[in-house]
C-alpha cells in the first residue's frame, strides 16, 4: 500500500520562504512522476510543480522562478521550495504520484498540508 505524507505547510508573511516534504512508503519515488497541486478556498485543485522519472520539470506560470521541485532519492522523498511566497499562493497544498503498480501506472494523493500566506 502506497502511502504519501506531506509536511512542511504553515502561515508566513508574504516574502517569505517555506518548504514541503513528500515521503512515500510503499514505493519508490524515482519511479514515477511526482507532483505537487494546490487548492484555495472556492477554486479547483491546480497542478503547481512535477518532476519526472527523467528529472524533468514542469511548473505553473504563476510560480515560475519562485518555487522548485526536487527529489532526494535516498530518503525517499520529493520537496517543493517555496520563495517570494505571495497571498494567492494559500491553499492546501497536496503530494501526487503516478506510480508503477504492477503493469501500470496507479495515482496517489497525499492527504494535504496548509500553507497560508498573510499580506
Known amino acids: 500500500q502506497v502511502q504519501l505524507v506531506e509536511s512542511g505547510g504553515g502561515l508566513v508573511l508574504a516574502g517569505g520562504s517555506l518548504r514541503l516534504s513528500c515521503s512515500a512508503s510503499g514505493s519508490i519515488v524515482s519511479s514515477g512522476t511526482m507532483g505537487w497541486y494546490r487548492q484555495a478556498p472556492g477554486k479547483q485543485r491546480e497542478l503547481v510543480a512535477r518532476?519526472?522519472?527523467?528529472?524533468?520539470?514542469n511548473y505553473a506560470d504563476s510560480v515560475k522562478g519562485r518555487f522548485t521541485i526536487s527529489r532526494d532519492n535516498a530518503k525517499n522523498t520529493v520537496y517543493l521550495q517555496m520563495n517570494s511566497l505571495k497571498p494567492e499562493d494559500t491553499g492546501v497544498y497536496y503530494c501526487n504520484a503516478w506510480l508503477p503498480y504492477g503493469l501500470v501506472y496507479k495515482e496517489y494523493w497525499g492527504q494535504g498540508t496548509q500553507v497560508t500566506v498573510s499580506s
Open positions: 518532476v519526472t522519472t527523467g528529472s524533468n520539470t
